[in-house]
Structure formats: structure tokens, C-alpha cells
């Protein structure tokens, strides 16, 4: 089989290399892949963005299945196109993307049908959102209505923050189109746990359960990343959470999507927070997050492939999904500065033992010469019977791989071992 997997990060890779376990697949394609992609898939210059090439490359490749990995191609709907095409695709289409696309669609359809979230109210008015904000329970919480890199949501805890939050959004265009509309949302307090889930629009079976780091610096401190680890299960997440939020979250929402003809196929990401009222969505994705699924995917012991067509001929009920038991940690390796500022280009060196462990995010050859390329560059996963085992595991590879200007947090995982041991 030729595959086509649309992306170019850590989570592509990951998905790639679990894809490559099955002996039915003799080529993939990646667009645009990265230069560390490279080792493990064909990496074609076309951004995952660039739908009509996408589908140009797929067709003329004759390709026979294609995975869409990233929010952007989603939500502009190359699923849609691919499929006009005759080729089969894992994610969801793009009147289903939405559910990631604008956050003022996914707030209206928890509050339609009961699904526990944070009280909010939406805005196209900036005056008419700083009114409301003159009254608001301090601290709260602005949003993009749209896409934003995952870094469109802005915690206030002052009453200035807000309307700093809102300006910057509605009158500066921070974020472009997408913080044209903006959703004001109450601030919750809890644990946070992602459940990456497959879901045909039937059946919903959750992945492992996984904790991201989204601050830049030990103790969760700094701004916001893209993320800069990740450890699996989360321990908050208990049997019984769990069973709860298949109750009350995960299948009305797949039920909800339905009831709108918006059937959702492929990855469901469900953000939650575990609030002391009980667990409530903070976001959806409408794709596998990053990192999550750099600590997902390596304790997926079903075949990817089997489980990803099952989902596309909604068939997910006949297959059993299994697990390993152990844990797995994700720790990444950024350039010094990033989110800000920071520099790239430094050769990058992984030694040969650790590369099978390795998912690179950020990184282009040049002559034959791997040098980093971006903020994040790659992340290093460790599986092992317990979480420190695999945190130790996972931080010995990231040190032992070289770059210029590496930058890793130190405490990946130490929030989740302190909550095993309460
Ligand atoms: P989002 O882009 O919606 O996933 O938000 C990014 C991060 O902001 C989340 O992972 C939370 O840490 C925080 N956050 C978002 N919404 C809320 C909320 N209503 N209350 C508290 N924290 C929030
Ligand atoms: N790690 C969060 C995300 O993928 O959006």
C-alpha cells in the first residue's frame, strides 16, 4: 500500500513509524515531512496547507489511503477533497473539522446538548466585550474564535489582562481573522488530562490517557508552547473519571455531531480539566495532539493501520484496541528562546540507538547534514514498566543527543509522579 500522511512535526512522525510496522504498507509520503522524517518516509515539498497539491500529489501517485493529521488542512477540508478523489482518508471532514475550527461552534454545541464545559459568552463587538468584561468574575478567560497554534487562549488574571486580551485580539489582529470573534469563557480549576479518542461517528474507543507541559520552564512557569513533554496514563484519570466522561462527554459529543450532520471520523482529542464539580471540556481537537501522541502511539499494541480503516469504513466496532500496560514519557528538545525568540540551523546529531526513539519536529537536511529548523526540534520517548522509570529513560536519550543551543525542561513528569504517590 502507498500512503500519504499530510504533516510535518513530532506527531507525524510518530504516526509514520507506527504505520511502518505494518507489513503491508511499502511506501509512504510525507507533505512536507521534515529532514528527520526522512529516514522513515518519502518527504515531498508541498505544505499542508496547499490542498490542491496535496490532492494533485495523491492522485497522480495514485496513492491508496491517506492520513490528515494537522488542524489546517482539516478545517479547509482536504478529507473532503481526497475522498472526491475515490482516496480514503483517516480525519474528520471538514464540516466535522469545526469542532476545532471555532471555538464559538463547539461551546454552542456543549451547551446544546448538556455537555459539561466553563460558562461562556461570544463576542464580534469589541465594545460590547469590554463592557461585559467591566463586570466579570475575575479571573477569566479570552479566546480566538478560530485557529491560533494552539496558543490562542489567554488565562487573565486580572481584570486589565482581559481587556488587554480582547484588544489585542479584536483590534490588533493578533491572531488574524481568527480573533475576529473571540469567546469569554469562566476560568476553571483542576487537573488537566488529554484522551486522544478514535471514533467512526458510532463507536468511540479512547486512547491511553496523557498529561501535556504546555509552559516553556520547570514548574509550569513561562508562556505557552506547542507543548514541551508529555507522559502516559495521566494517573488523575481514573477508572471511574473515565467511565464518567464516556458518559457524559465522549458519546454525547460523537451523538451530538450526529444529530447536527456533522458525523465525526478520526481522531477526537478531548482537553479536560478535572474540576472539583467534576471533569468538563476545556477544548476539543478535531485531530491527535502534539505531543500527546509521541507517548500515545508507542503503547498502541493493535496494528494503526487496521485500527485507522476501521474508523474510515466505520467499522471500529469489530476491532479490538489494545494496550500495553506500562508508561510512556516524551521529553522534547527545543531551541534555547523558543516560543519567543531563538535560533536554528545548528547540526543536529542522534546517536543510532536512540533514533528509533526519536520524533523529530523541527529539522531540514542541508548537503546530506541534519541541522535544526524551528522552535521544537524533536522529542525522545521512553516506554517502561513505570512513569520514572520511563522519565529517567527518556531524559538519558535527550541528553545524549546534540544540538547547539538545546533546551529541555527538567521536570517533565514530575507533577504526574507526585500524584501517583498521593
Ligand atoms: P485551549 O487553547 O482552549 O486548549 O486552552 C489552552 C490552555 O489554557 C488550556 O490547556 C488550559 O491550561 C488553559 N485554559 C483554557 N480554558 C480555560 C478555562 N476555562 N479555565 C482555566 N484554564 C483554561
Ligand atoms: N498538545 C495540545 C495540542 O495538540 O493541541
Redesign the pocket.
Known sequence: MKILVVGGGGREHAIIKKLKENSKVEKIYALPGNGGIADDAECVPIGAKDIDGIVGFAVEKKVDYAVVAPDDPLVLGCVDRLEERGIPCFGPRKNAAIIEGSKAFSKDLMKKYGIPT?AYETFSDMDAALEYLKTAKIPI?V?ADGLAL?K??I?CMTRDEANEAVVSMMRDGKFGKSGERVVI????TGP?VSVLSFTDGKTVVPMVSSMDH?RAHDGDTGP?TGGMGTVAPNPYYTEDIARECMEKIFLPTVNAMNAEGRTFRGCLYF?L?LTPEGPRV??YNCRFGDPETQVVLPLLKTDLLTVMEAVTEGRLSEVEVEWERGCAACVIAASDGYPQSYKSGYELKIPDDVKPHTYVAGAVLEDGVLKTHGGRVLGVTAVADTLSEAIDASYAMADRIEFENKYCRRDIGRRALAAKNL
Open positions: 466553563a478567560v479566546k494552539g490562542g487562549a488565562v469563557e469562566e476560568f476553571m488537566e504546555k505557552n482537553g480539566m476545556v477544548e
